[in-house]
């Protein structure tokens, strides 16, 4: 009997160590303190798929704060919805005569939208898969990514596109069209529903 007590205590100081150790954000779903309220699951959803809050956590945030940056109302990059985003969000929510509640609705988005620059696309797929980009990634038919002629290897942008929002990084030169901007991957393309649109003018946000 005293053997398995002490078994028992060992697991329940372990369970507490481990609790103690997880990152505030992730025992109160990103907002380090926020109340019972806050959901720390980590959900892998598209941008626009729900509404979004403090507490909140997934892909899709990530891609707002990756957007909100992109409008220079300084957001970090990762998928919590703590204070900086909802600072950024009720922010923009004020200028563009909404209610500043902090929720990301359907109004939210578009307001966003409307701020983001528009510029002409086109992109890239057969032909080049199995090659190396200006960058040096292996490009293939699961590759997200973009071309631009100028931006540094690695920068972070959204694109937006009659509805549906991604999060690509630079990866290679190009295009050499002119009125062009920027050049997707296939993969790219195709999440923003655009393969077959030639060069449609998407929304931008690059998120310095």
Known sequence: MRRRTTIGAVVAVAAMAATLATPAY????????????????????????????????????????????????????????????????????????????????????????????????SWYGKGFFGRRTACGKKLTKKTIGVAHRKLPCGTRVVFAHRGRWVRAKVIDRGPYVKGRKWDLTQRLAKQLGALKAGTPKLKVAVAP
């Open 26 to 121: 992730a025992q109160t779903g990103g907002t380090g303190g926020a109340g019972a309220s806050a959901d720390p699951t980590f959900y892998r959803m598209p941008f626009g798929a729900r509404d979004l809050s403090a507490g909140m956590t997934g892909t899709d945030v990530k891609t707002l704060n990756w957007a909100l940056r992109g409008l220079a109302l300084g957001t970090p990059y990762h998928a919590y919805f703590q204070q900086p985003t909802s600072y950024a969000v009720r922010n923009l929510q004020a200028a563009s005569g909404l209610s500043a509640d902090g929720v990301v609705n359907r109004y939210t988005r578009k307001a966003m939208a409307s701020r983001m620059l528009k510029h002409k696309a």
